[in-house]
């Protein structure tokens, strides 16, 4: 059994849930403190506060799917496939679309919602833009998810 | 799809009956009462109006309501809480009939004192506050002094000796030992305390020697000087300590006064709203006009209350007259929405973006059925739809609501019937956990074709309804033109692409060919139509052309996000269960482990998810929906009526 | 920070300096609300007197530190008003020198009080600003100490002149030394003065060039309207032109070449002499009312609102120290602001005099 082929899988699937992981929470830390500067004043604003702060949150689940995704591939629950080295760099370069685009999406994102808590530091009624503005850093959070999932089916073992 | 038919209206009253009418109006919240403006004044009756002018009451009022809810603010923390849980969640009002409710205020004259000593109170709590903090600052700097018996005041320097008290951090002691020493200068560093890792000392030298001064101030010291007559530490200490026991027991006192007075605070909630409501009566007089006999109220309501308004108002007074009138253009028309049952709703989703204008659709209902869908595949658990269901029901059956709060849980559990219909048919009931053949990532394909589809669905539905709106508006040329040449060439598109994917008869694939053709040519062309010359139309009408194609493979992409949320919800919870799983072999508490972590796990994945599906379903149509044809910006219809913050009046028809 | 750098270390470096201040950006966002309005400011203006005034004055945040002494509290109430802001910025700011900075103007205002006093032999008490960083009893004890009077001690401090040695400032304790130094050589106070107030300058300009470039930007307007507005004013009362050099402060973008080529021009030639700098609109406004009113208040209220333009950069900032700085400079000219008010209405002073002064509050 080859063993170079899991290393690179796990390589992939670390990566995947890794960086992403880094990612969000580098981004939700961001809007958690400025949130908290915001709470200090205005305790009433906790809840809206809270939904942007969950924003940049959903990066490092997507790394997280794609990691369990390479895990269930390869049987690391259980059994282990055999995986040649070749099948081993595809799985790692498959999950780097969710790996590098969720680190750096997730903390542009979180500086988008964190400007949306100075918007409604002022106006509280527009909370609604003040989601969407983020809301669109995580297209490409996304659209990463998908690339890397179909990447992932394409290969076979 | 409906904006409100409003009527203006227009109240003409005798002098005599102001005071019934505008209570009328306030108790029956039918009409938004609007400031009459100079021009409207005289065009309309050929008398000229003026202002009436504001009764000095409204500033004394003004006064009261604050008064009132300073009282009531303050009271609060000491009023006796006789609520349970449910009440936290949902604070209720206080149930009160009329009769009560106007008994409470005429008693007002009892309880005028009331601000003054609360005021009074407070700013003795403070100063006790600020005096109390004082003291413990005082205590703790004293603390480590504690063993110095002589009189800190005179622990100063004299003619031939230096003496500071100092402190420094202890570990750097020996450092400054040694250093001193080779400095061969006579010194004598006295220990007093050590708290905190601070070493608190004596030091003394020869008073000219500045070296010794320059040698100490390298490490860091905080230095203590206390001004003269300070008597020795423990002493000051006792003293302290016993101002700060006083003050103590003059703020419980006061507090225990204030638990007394705050046995009564239900009448002063009453009487709050009682002055506020009168207030409110007041305020509407800032907007009418009238002559010495006659006032006259305009402002708004909806056209099919037109009727009752009229009779309500005539079972006061015959002295008044009501007309209405429909709106006419460039008028600021406020905007209720009217919608059924099923759709209301989802007016939220509008509300969070912006009203209609009062000339535009109500987009509620046509994004309704789409956020419906969206929602259901973005969570896509039947689990997690039935709870979410459960928790809705529960919540609308068990807390007091308001409108919209009720608005709100009305929209989850339609959205929890959506995903509970998606999650069945996918079999996903949190995540594998009842058919263990559940296969999360197994209809990938199937559901990306789907999410784009539907991407598809959603957006030629958008352009359809800007053609309507369009045509509405007598635009025609533009609904033909632009969204007709646009829509023709979407469908040329995906006939030829249908056909090619499906094997379709040939004809339709030629069929599909033309139309494609068309509607470019016609779309070019309608794009560049506003240009003088033929050059720049061709330019403009290629570039834009250009740019709405690949805006519109953009929008239809970003539908993908469907896919993306649902997988992430099914991935997740069935990692949940397998990981659980792992735990159930553990003898004796293995499947109490299994449980709980099934518990946290699946929870937490619902909260996000749940909160995940709704955003991205939201942002589909605020982005990709809206973006088409909704401009929104209409102001609410806000009646004028009887809004009360603490108490709720029972029997609300028994006023006359 | 530092604004020439460019690599990408650098701007991540940034970046995570700047996200130190999240927090206090969050509270300062929601702070800025509280600042007084330009509706306010009108209200006050069209008040018929002091009284009703001072009720605008009682429905802002200054409301707090009233203690029902009325009208005659509105002082004390700006001060303590501006001395909580510090407080409160100095408290969540994770870099204390951002306030220690902007406040060191008050220290020197402090020294130069102290100086004066002991100088001319009077009582100073009653003149400090409680605003410095610096002991006042801390500063003049290490006056008496640079005055090489060591053995008396001051009556009024019960700090002893060793000790504050040790507590004061190395850049205090310079200046302190250049000043005896002054004085003895010249026994000219004014020099002294000047000293203390171009210390300040200096000091911010180091500050800021190393740590934020946004306040170098305020900065650069700022010297530049001090050495427009003096050259112009002090021409005006007749100093010559020697004298005038002494005061010009360094650092703006308006050289002291230029000034001094334009000194012996009358007020208006000298102003058109300036139309060229980045200041043109101030200048064409300001030198348009002079020559209606032979005044200059009008363009010096117009540099205010220029100042007060400058900090504008900030309501892009996500987060970072811009924010906190802005929200204490737009603090100190609010209450400059008020106060005009309130010594105009108490003067009786017409209603477009006031408003021509507060031109950095109005129809922006």
């Known amino acids: 059994m080859d063993i170079l082929g899991i290393v690179l899988s796990f390589a992939g699937a670390a990566l995947a849930a890794g960086l992403a992981g880094i990612g969000s929470s580098i981004g939700v830390s961001i809007v958690g403190q400025v949130a908290a500067g915001l709470i200090t004043e205005e305790p009433g604003k906790f809840g809206q506060t809270l939904i942007l702060q969950a924003l940049p949150g959903t990066q490092g689940i997507y790394g997280l799917l794609v990691a369990f995704l390479v895990i269930f591939k390869i049987g690391a629950i259980g059994t282990l496939k055999a995986v040649t080295p070749g099948q081993g760099m595809a799985i790692l370069l498959a999950c780097l679309p969710v790996a590098l685009v969720g680190l750096f999406s997730a903390i542009a994102q979180g500086q988008a919602a964190a400007a949306s808590i100075g918007l409604i530091a002022r106006r509280p009624e527009e909370l609604g833009k003040g989601i969407i503005y983020p809301a669109f850093v995580e297209t490409y959070a996304v659209l990463a998810l998908i690339a890397s999932i179909l990447l992932l089916q394409g290969v076979t073992l | ?656 | 920070m530092n604004p020439e750098s460019s690599s990408v270390w650098d701007s991540i470096k940034r970046m995570y300096n700047d996200i130190r201040y999240a927090y206090a950006t969050g509270r300062i966002r929601s702070l800025q609300k509280d600042l007084v309005d330009e509706t306010t400011i009108r209200r006050m203006l069209e008040a018929p007197d002091e009284e009703a005034a001072f009720a605008v004055i009682m429905e802002t945040s200054y409301a707090a530190y009233a203690t029902g002494a009325g009208v005659s509290d509105y002082e004390r109430m700006l001060e303590s008003g501006l001395i909580e802001a510090y407080r409160l910025v100095r408290s969540i700011s994770p870099d204390g020198a951002l306030t220690d900075i902007l406040l060191r103007r008050y220290d020197l205002h402090n020294v130069r009080i102290i100086i004066k006093a002991e100088h001319i032999g009077t009582d100073y008490k009653h003149l400090i600003v409680p605003m410095g960083r610096i002991d006042p009893d801390t500063i003049a004890a290490a006056w008496h100490v640079s005055r090489e009077k060591r053995e008396e001690r001051s009556e009024s401090s019960h700090i002893s002149p060793l000790t504050s040695q040790i507590l004061l400032p190395r850049w205090l304790e310079r200046l302190l030394y250049r000043a005896a130094l002054m004085i003895d050589n010249s026994g000219d106070l004014y020099l002294v003065d000047l000293m203390l107030d171009k210390a300040w300058f200096r000091a911010l300009k180091v500050w800021s060039k190393k740590n934020s470039h946004y306040l170098y930007a305020w900065l650069i307007v700022r010297i530049d309207a001090v050495n427009i507005m003096g050259m112009l004013r002090l021409r005006a009362s007749g100093w010559s032109r020697e004298r005038w050099r002494e005061i010009f402060i360094e650092g703006g973008r308006v050289s002291r070449g230029k000034l001094e080529s334009l000194y012996d021009l009358a007020p208006e030639q000298a102003a058109a002499g300036l139309l060229n700098t980045a200041y043109r609109r101030e200048i064409e406004e300001g030198l348009e009312d002079y020559r209606k009113h032979g005044e200059l208040s009008y363009m010096e209220a117009l540099f205010e609102a220029r100042l007060l333009e400058v900090l504008q950069a900030e309501r892009y900032i996500t987060f970072g120290s811009q924010p906190l700085l802005a929200y204490l400079l737009r603090k100190e000219a609010e209450v400059r602001a008020l106060r005009m008010v309130m010594i105009g209405k108490l003067n009786g002073l017409p209603h477009d005099i006031i408003h021509k002064r507060l031109r950095a509050f109005l129809c922006r």
């Open chain 2, 1 to 656: 799809m409906a904006v409100a038919e409003m009527l203006k209206v227009r109240l003409v009253i005798h002098k005599s009956a102001v005071s019934e009418v505008i209570s009328t109006l306030q108790n029956s919240g039918l009409m938004e009462v609007e400031r009459l403006a100079g021009d409207n004044i005289e065009s309309e009756t050929h008398e000229h109006l003026d202002m009436l002018p504001l009764p000095d009451n409204i500033n004394i009022l003004t006064r009261l309501v604050s008064e009132m809810n300073y009282i009531v603010d303050f009271l609060s923390p000491y009023a006796v809480r006789r609520e349970g849980l449910l009440d936290r969640l949902s604070p209720s009002r206080l149930p009160i009939s009329r009769k009560q409710f106007e008994a409470v205020a005429h008693n007002y004259r009892r309880y005028e004192h009331i601000y003054d000593d609360l005021f009074v109170m407070e700013n003795r709590m403070i100063e006790i506050r600020n005096e109390k903090a004082r003291l413990e600052h005082d205590i703790e700097e004293l603390e480590p002094w504690r063993e110095l018996d002589i009189p800190l005041g005179d622990a100063a320097s004299t003619g031939r000796a230096m003496l500071l008290m100092a402190s420094m951090d202890e570990k750097r002691l020996p450092d400054l030992i040694a250093e001193l020493k080779k400095h061969r200068e006579p010194f004598h560093i006295e220990k007093i305390s050590a708290f905190a890792g601070r070493l608190y000392f004596l030091f003394v030298a020869i008073s000219t020697d500045t070296e010794a001064l320059t040698i100490i101030h390298k490490y860091d010291p905080v230095l203590w000087d206390f001004p003269p007559g300070t008597p020795p530490a423990s002493i000051r200490l006792d003293q302290l300590r016993e101002e700060l026991n006083h003050l103590e027991q003059e703020m419980s006192e006061i507090e225990k006064q204030a638990v007394v007075i705050a046995a009564d605070i239900d009448t002063y909630k009453a009487a709050c709203d009682y002055l506020r409501l009168e207030l409110e009566r007041y305020t509407v007089l800032e907007k009418v006009a009238g002559t010495e006999s006659v006032t006259v109220i305009d402002g708004w309501a909806r056209a099919r209350d037109a009727d009752e308004l009229n009779r309500r108002v005539h079972t006061v007074t015959p002295l008044a007259e009501v007309t209405f009138r429909n709106p006419l253009p460039g008028e600021d028309v406020p905007v209720s929405l009217v919608n059924s049952r099923l759709t209301r709703p989802f007016e939220i989703i509008t509300r969070l973006y912006s009203l209609p204008s009062f000339r535009e659709l109500d987009p509620t209902s046509s994004l309704a059925i789409f956020f419906f869908i969206f929602f259901g595949m973005a969570l896509g658990d039947a689990g997690y739809g039935t709870v979410m269901a459960l928790l809705s029901l529960a919540g609308l059956r068990f807390l007091r609501l308001s409108d919209s709060g009720r608005n709100f849980l009305q929209l989850l559990l339609i959205c929890a019937v959506s995903t509970i219909i998606y999650g069945a048919y996918s079999k996903a009931w949190f995540g594998n956990l009842i058919f263990p053949d559940y296969d999360f990532v197994g209809g990938f394909i199937t559901v990306m074709i789907v999410s784009l589809a539907l991407g598809v669905v959603h957006l030629i539905y958008a352009i359809m309804v800007e053609l309507y709106d369009n045509a509405r508006h007598g635009d025609r040329a533009a609904a033909i033109l632009d969204q007709g040449s646009w829509l023709l060439f979407i469908a040329g598109t995906l006939l030829f692409s249908l056909s090619r994917a499906l094997s379709l008869p040939a004809a339709v694939g030629v069929a599909g060919n033309y139309l494609f053709a068309f509607g470019a040519l016609a779309s070019i062309y309608s794009m560049g139509r506003m240009q003088k010359n033929i050059p720049a139309r061709l330019a403009v009408g290629l570039g834009t052309f250009y740019m709405s194609v690949t805006g519109f493979l953009g929008d239809v992409l970003s539908y993908l996000r469907l896919l993306a949320l649902g997988l992430a919800t099914g991935g997740i919870a069935v990692v949940v269960n397998q990981i659980a799983r792992l735990f159930r072999d553990i003898p004796y508490v293995g499947l109490l482990l299994m449980i709980l972590i099934m518990a946290v796990g699946h929870i937490m994945n619902m909260a996000i998810n749940i909160f995940g599906a709704f955003i991205h379903s939201t942002r589909l149509q605020f982005v990709e929906f809206f973006g088409k044809f909704y401009e929104g910006g209409g102001r609410e219809f806000r009646p004028f009526a009887a809004g009360t913050k603490y108490i709720e009046i029972i029997d609300k028809e028994g006023a006359g």
